[in-house]
């Protein structure tokens, strides 16, 4: 205890404290002012559209046009942004693999750096949905899951299921499951409106209101199996099925049981 | 006499002395039931239903039937701070603040789709083996409305919880009222007091469900049960069963022990399923609210098939007068479901019309040899099944990875040409299965042992069968076409003529049957 009054009363504590706390100010102001994503160059921004560029001529024109046209069974690129490069490639739904009903959902076919510059290419073509970055998506910060919960109710629960497991369209395109799919995929989704999805525009469910509807959805993927099994959580069919099988199979089986022993 | 002995007779005979119960006690704790499987099916029933009545009763003590609108504040965090009904909030509150509030809700759930399916099954059985025959017709009737308001009941007891996936079902109903013509929209307006929601739909089914109907079941399963000891239970045919007897076991003791211990299964089995399978997770759902709709809003299994048929309207609508008639919803929704089941209640009258029976029955039929009535509920089972199937068109669609367009065009295509196709597979069947008997009882069980005779020809060795078994395959009566005549005695020609061709018509095709082997073809055989 003396040594520390001590030490308080030395004719260097002032300028020391005043030294400490400066550099405590200066490095919480760096660390909370500093952008995860590292900036490009300009050099390096045009070395990463080239680069996009050859991907794109390789890998998408002989679809989607040399120019980003389209064609007769591919969309035009021009004005998607780097968002809708970002979740169709990203997720691996682009390049398609069959021409079906709808594009699944597959391993990815090029690495984050290729999916990057495609997106850039696609980007410098024209203005369209950026890419959120991931000061964007701090759904646990600034999301509401009460709020989610309702929004995702009204707007998204009708094609993808109360508890966000998919469900059937028309002609055998389907709503996927939003179980397990990343929030910046999710974000995407909403800001531009892949396949069948409509666009969600900023206007009519804002940035918040979407970080709220991805934050009660990771609440309802990582929420435990409160009743027991969770039978997929698509209602009643699966509970139907449960009751004619496994239910009434044990019944029968004891009421069979019951009749055989007394002989 | 041992100790204990004197005190049951002194409490006996104290009991005895005051109510007299000794007289009747003796006679019917030694009334014999048969003892088969499939008359254990009914008991399922009954079980469920005790089990629905005290599982209910304790939900009651918390839910509170109610449309105010209140702020959720329970434990449940992702609805905190939402409004909704009192209904809905005191679901969660059941579910997560009440001790054991969930698995009480869960078993409730369970053991009315256990309920409803035990009852299809009690109704196979019935049927296939024509237990509801003289003199058993009015408690047909009783089942096939216990059945009937087993659904609607169901139905109550799915909307009350006031959650999205209930909400949709309530407004289906109303739609489903609506659709009649010219008063629709009134009874609507009665219904919910207004309009749809209201606040006043919710207390009222309350008061239907917890109340009304379950007096009423337990009225109807009263009566259904007195009638069952009264004209006692129907047996298998077999060696000294006839018409005027009934063989089995006493109920003290053997089935009473059964019946007892086949309770507790039934309980042990919904409560396993209570504790293990999530059944209607309201809080997934959320609270209803009009605007909202959840893809796969399906009814519980035994609607699925009324939202199957609806699922698979075409478009139909005519203006009349100014009203609209929408032909998509009655069809599905009012007039199919009421022919069905009508033709169901009246069933045992129309067949009696058709065979001209009048006699009592007591002894089963197998459901091979009568392959008309067999292949009719085949028929109508596979009807069922192709409704259910397209009730979950779309779970089906997403999990098979098909359109839900082709499976909705494969149920209405399906639930013409199906059944039809499955009634005559059925009457095969029916009939093939009668040959072979015949066969049977005639050439004897096959062995597999082959015999080398002295001339090298190889011929498979046959035992008779026994003759308990001999008589179970014989037992059954092959009744001619009626003799209808198209003129009277004489030769007026009788009123109602085509009624008579059609019932002639149908009654040759009910006598349709594998010829048993008589007497003088077992004789024939042992010549051989």
Partial sequence: ???????????????????????????????????????????????????????????????????????????????????????????????????????????????????????????????????????MLNYERDGNTAEGGTLFRTNCAMCHNFAGQGGALTQGKYAPTLMGVEPKYIYEAMITGPQAMPVFADKTITPAEKLSIIKWIKAAENEPQLGGAALGRVGPVTEGLLVWTLGLGLLIGVAVWLATKAR | MTARERVTGTVANYVDERTGAAKWMKKNL???????????????????????????????????????????????????????????????????????????????????????????VHLMRVYFTGAFRKPREFNWIIGVGLLTLGIVEGFLGYSLPDDLLSGTGIRIAEAIIQALPVVGSYLAFFAFDGAFPGE???????????????????????????????????????????????????????????????????????????????????????????????????????????????????PLESYIFGYTIPWNILIPGLIVPGILFTGMALYPFIESWITGDKREHHLLDRPRNVPNRTALGVMSLTFMLVALINGGNDIIATTFSLGINQVMWFSRIGIIVLPPIAFVITKRICLSLQRADRELVLHGRETGRLLMLPHGEFVEVHEPISPELAWKLTAHEQAPALELQDVDARGVRRAGGLKNKLRKRISQANAESIAKPTANDLKEIEHH
């Fill in chain 1, 1 to 135: 205890m003396k040594k520390i009054s001590k030490l308080r009363r030395s004719a260097f504590a002032s300028p020391l404290l005043l030294v400490l706390a400066l550099f405590a100010i200066g490095t919480t102001f760096s660390v909370a002012s500093a952008t995860t994503k590292s900036e490009l160059s300009v050099e390096q921004r045009s070395a990463q559209i080239a680069e996009g560029k050859n991907i794109f001529l390789k890998g998408c024109s002989s679809c989607h046009g040399l120019n980003l046209e389209g064609s007769a069974i591919a969309p035009s690129l021009i004005g998607v942004g780097a968002a809708s490069v970002d979740f169709q490639v990203g997720t691996g739904r682009m390049p398609v693999a069959d021409l079906s009903q709808q594009i699944a959902r597959k391993e990815p076919v090029y690495n984050e750096e290729q999916t990057a510059a495609l997106a850039a290419y696609v980007a410098s073509t024209s203005i369209g949905p950026e890419i959120p970055n991931e000061s």
């Fill in chain 2, 30 to 120: 030694t009334k014999v039931f048969p003892d088969h499987w499939s008359f254990l099916l009914g008991e399922i029933v009954l079980y469920s239903f005790i089990i629905l009545l005290l599982s209910g009763t304790f939900l009651t003590f918390w839910f509170d039937p109610s449309q105010r609108e209140v702020l959720y504040d329970g434990s449940y965090e992702p609805l905190q701070g939402l409004h909704m009904s009192a209904a809905y909030a005191s679901t969660l509150h059941i579910s997560f603040e009440i001790r054991g509030g969930l698995l009480m809700r869960q078993i409730h759930h369970w053991a009315a789709l256990i309920f409803m399916a035990g009852m299809v």
């Fill in chain 2, 200 to 314: 006043a739909f919710i207390p009222r089914i309350f008061t239907v469900h917890v109340l009304l109907l379950p007096g009423i079941f337990l009225a109807l399963i009263t009566v259904h049960l007195m009638l069952v000891w009264y004209q006692k239970h129907t047996q298998w045919p077999g060696p000294g069963r006839t018409e005027k007897n009934v063989v089995g076991y006493p109920l003290m003791p053997a089935y009473m022990a059964k019946a007892g211990g086949f309770f507790f299964i039934v309980f042990g089995v919904t409560a396993f399923l209570g504790a293990v399978a999530s059944i209607n997770p309201v809080w997934l759902y959320g609270p209803y609210n009009p605007g909202q709709i959840s893809a796969g809003s399906q009814p519980d299994w035994y609607m699925g098939w009324l939202d199957g048929l609806v699922r698979m309207a075409p």
